[in-house]
């Protein structure tokens, strides 16, 4: 099984750069109206424009930019030297929601939210 997550983003371009320097990754693929990258050999991290993902849903759902900054779910990274990974969000726009600190699960874990309000936890 292969496994991709998508976010839905207000500017493409804006989110595969803070993306690309956050996880220092190159896009796998990067076209109009789809960016992925490959987090892992069957994970793979995309971004599509909230005007993209608006035509597919129609009017079945409220549009993607009225839940912008509502945080309904996060994507949870485990990455070596976590605080790398939080403070260069940081320095790229990001919001610091918690810092990184055991957590009661076992992790050591701190949270930043991107430009659209995606919630993303590096964890180790």
């Keep these: 099984m292969h496994t991709q997550f998508i976010l839905y983003v207000a500017d493409q371009e804006k989110s595969k750069h803070f993306y690309e320097e956050l996880l220092s990754l190159k896009p796998s693929l990067h076209v109009p109206g789809m960016t992925e990258f490959q987090l892992s050999e069957s994970t793979k991290l995309g971004l599509m424009p909230e ?7 129609g009017n079945t759902t409220p549009h993607p930019n009225m839940g912008n900054g509502i945080p309904r779910c996060e994507l949870y990274l485990k990455v070596k030297n976590a605080e790398d990974y939080i403070q260069r969000g940081i ?3 990001a919001k610091l929601i918690s810092p ?13 939210a991107d430009a659209d309000g995606h919630v993303i936890a590096f964890a180790e």
């Design 51 to 57: 005007s993209g993902i608006a035509k597919i849903l």
């Design 100 to 112: 990184l600190q055991s957590r009661d699960w076992g992790d050591k874990a701190g949270y930043i």
């Design 91 to 93: 320095q790229l726009g």
